[in-house]
């Protein structure tokens, strides 16, 4: 039998490209609620990349496939942000725990107002420089804060992973 060349990619690089969009995508909409700042993300994408790089490897080389300079990227990018995203979705979805609550004085609120649209963003600075590495749990969109709220409290419960996830919000002035 004649063996004929392929022209189409092999599917390691579609699960690349998709990985890498719909997966950091994914990661960016699960974490934006969940208690974990943007340095301990990229690690997290980055073992599960160094973790599944050995048996990926394993696996191309068991079928002959010379494509020693694409398994990192592979790993790296395709397989590490689906992965962590299906578990941020995990640890959103499936509760841990009884819900709790955190209640902080807020100390400043600096507001933001783009040119030209009708959005602002409200960050809040709250007591003890509480949450001041997590600026997505301390951001605010179009919502309307005023001098009158000095306290905030925060409505948690934890994931399956242990990993706190943001529930409610309410501002209140005493």
């Given at each position: 039998?004649?063996?004929?060349?392929?022209?189409?990619?092999?599917?390691?690089?579609?699960?690349?490209?998709?990985?890498?969009?719909?997966?950091?995508?994914?990661?960016?909409?699960?974490?934006?609620?969940?208690?974990?700042?943007?340095?301990?993300?990229v690690m997290f994408v980055a073992?599960?990349?160094?973790?599944?790089?050995?048996?990926?490897?394993?696996?191309?080389?068991?079928?002959?496939?010379?494509?020693?300079?694409?398994?990192?990227?592979?790993?790296?990018?395709?397989?590490?942000?689906?992965?962590?995203?299906?578990?941020?979705?995990?640890?959103?979805?499936?509760?841990?725990?009884?819900?709790?609550?955190?209640?902080?004085?807020?100390?400043?609120?600096?507001?933001?107002?783009?040119?030209?649209?009708?959005?602002?963003?409200?960050?809040?600075?709250?007591?003890?420089?509480?949450?001041?590495?997590?600026?997505?749990?301390?951001?605010?969109?179009?919502?309307?804060?005023?001098?009158?709220?000095?306290?905030?409290?925060?409505?948690?419960?934890?994931?399956?992973l242990g990993l706190k996830q943001?529930?409610?919000?309410?501002?209140?002035?005493?």
């Amino acid at each position: 039998m004649e063996e004929r060349e392929s022209n189409s990619l092999h599917w390691s690089f579609t699960f690349l490209a998709v990985g890498a969009s719909f997966g950091s995508l994914g990661i960016a909409w699960f974490s934006f609620n969940t208690v974990i700042n943007h340095l301990q993300i990229v690690m997290f994408v980055a073992g599960i990349g160094a973790i599944s790089y050995f048996p990926f490897k394993k696996y191309f080389r068991k079928r002959n496939l010379e494509m020693r300079h694409i398994v990192p990227l592979f790993c790296l990018f395709g397989f590490g942000p689906v992965t962590a995203c299906l578990l941020f979705a995990l640890n959103n979805y499936v509760p841990y725990g009884e819900e709790f609550t955190e209640k902080y004085h807020i100390e400043r609120i600096l507001t933001i107002t783009a040119d030209g649209k009708h959005e602002k963003k409200n960050i809040i600075t709250l007591d003890k420089n509480a949450y001041n590495e997590y600026r997505s749990i301390r951001t605010f969109y179009d919502r309307n804060l005023t001098t009158e709220d000095k306290y905030v409290t925060f409505t948690f419960r934890r994931g399956i992973l242990g990993l706190k996830q943001l529930k409610h919000v309410n501002f209140s002035n005493n």
